[in-house]
């Protein structure tokens, strides 16, 4: 899980790459699941969202996949992640798109005013971190939890990429809070006779919770 002693490591890492892209512009830093899963994301996002919806990253990064939103004339655009240096680094990535926010904010520590609104929640590797984390049992209900409470009810979407976690398995976790939208095709591959996926990519709307009594 090399992506993943990425994120446990993520400050010494991100500093590493903002060095590497002050002495080299075109040196951006890893793309999490590669360009390919990141264009099939803001390919979904041109087709389905309009240009002025509030989108944030989860755990952005480099803040690539808001360079290429900021491209296709998004602009209402938001990136999170826990470690300072990669804010640093989308920050220096994304200079020429000031419009794009970058956040240092633990999505599982977020409370009041830090948690907001926004049409999109976009999550590439985030969850699959947490997941394999040593708390995961409590921080992936957690974290369900925080994108729930950020998503719009009304016509909000959490699209969500994952290479550890089938579609069916995603749906079944997500069940309680979410519904599916659309299933996004991707690679499939065979193996012993069974067929998988090289990533899944699943848009979910959210449901509205339902009060105790009702």
Known sequence: KQWYQRRVRGDQIYVKELENFKDNDQDVGEIWFGERTEQKLVNWLVENVEKDKPIVDIGTGNGHLLTL???????NLTGIDY???SVSLARAVNSEFPHIQFLCQNVLEATGEAVQRHHVCVDKGTYDAISLSSSSATDRIAYKNQIHSRVNPEGGYFLLASVNWTVEELTNF??????VHQVLPCKQFT????TGRDVSI???KP???QLAGS
């Open 69 to 75: 939103l900021a491209e296709e004339g998004f602009i």
């Open 83 to 85: 470690a300072a240096s």
């Open 174 to 179: 997500y069940s309680d809070l979410f519904t």
């Open 191 to 194: 193996f012993g006779g069974v």
């Open 202 to 204: 699943v848009a979910f």
């Open 207 to 209: 449901t509205v919770r």
